[in-house]
T-cell receptor, first 111, second 114 residues
């Protein structure tokens, strides 16, 4: 079974721009979660989608948003980018309660 | 919300020795505790997990223990090998309770000395 995939793998943006990241979960997985990883803050939960509905949200500003499509693929959007948004963005998909499998991540650099 | 503390931040052990990483959590409703291994430049990989109805789980050289009363869980790696060198993260979540986002510890950089 193919693993979780994320596109693009690397992205460079300028402050004030917006960005959209994409995640394709493992086939059959209906839950997709997004995380931000930085050296200072570690791995932090952004939000989780299940059957096209956002079920849970972490403590991030409204500039961070997402959505999920009927085929379970998910996108994450960050508007008005700030330097501090530079991070590795990871998505994870889940079939059973709790067990999450991560994608390779998208490395976002904001200049 | 949940808060997970992980210690130590760095652990250096001789090849063949054992390594122990400890985590504490704050939310008594958390019921699922996974451990992830992340090698440099790679994705976190689930290596073992434990649910709150079990006190210990073992998979070859890796074991995890859970003390629900103390809200404490630990990862034990025996007979360490060079390929065990990585950053290890513990996490906790109230799976199925409408709060399925994992709360992670800050990570432990495990260094296996030859």
């Amino acid at each position: 079974k193919a693993g979780v995939t994320q596109t693009p793998r690397y992205l460079i943006k300028t402050r004030g721009q917006q960005v959209t990241l994409s995640c394709s979960p493992i086939s059959g997985h209906r839950s997709v979660s997004w995380y931000q990883q930085t050296p200072g803050q570690g791995l932090q939960f952004l939000f989780e989608y299940f059957s096209e509905t956002q079920r849970n949200k972490g403590n991030f500003p409204g500039r961070f948003s997402g959505r999920q499509f009927s085929n379970s693929r998910s996108e994450m959007n960050v508007s008005t980018l700030e330097l501090g948004d530079s991070a590795l963005y990871l998505c994870a998909s889940s079939l059973e309660l709790g067990e999450q499998y991560f994608g390779p991540g998208t490395r976002l650099t904001v200049t | 919300g949940e808060n997970v503390e992980q210690h130590p931040s760095t652990l250096s052990v001789q090849e063949g020795d054992s390594a122990v990483i400890k985590c504490t959590y704050s939310d008594s409703a958390s019921n699922y505790f996974p451990w992830y291994k992340q090698e440099l430049g790679k994705r976190p990989q689930l290596i073992i997990d434990i649910r709150s109805n079990v006190g210990e789980k073992k998979d070859q050289r890796i074991a995890v223990t859970l003390n629900k009363t103390a809200k404490h869980f630990s990862l034990h790696i025996t007979e360490t090998q060079p390929e065990d060198s990585a950053v290890y993260f513990c996490a906790a979540v109230r799976a199925g309770g409408g709060a399925d986002g994992l709360t992670f510890g800050k990570g432990t950089h495990l260094i296996i000395q030859p």
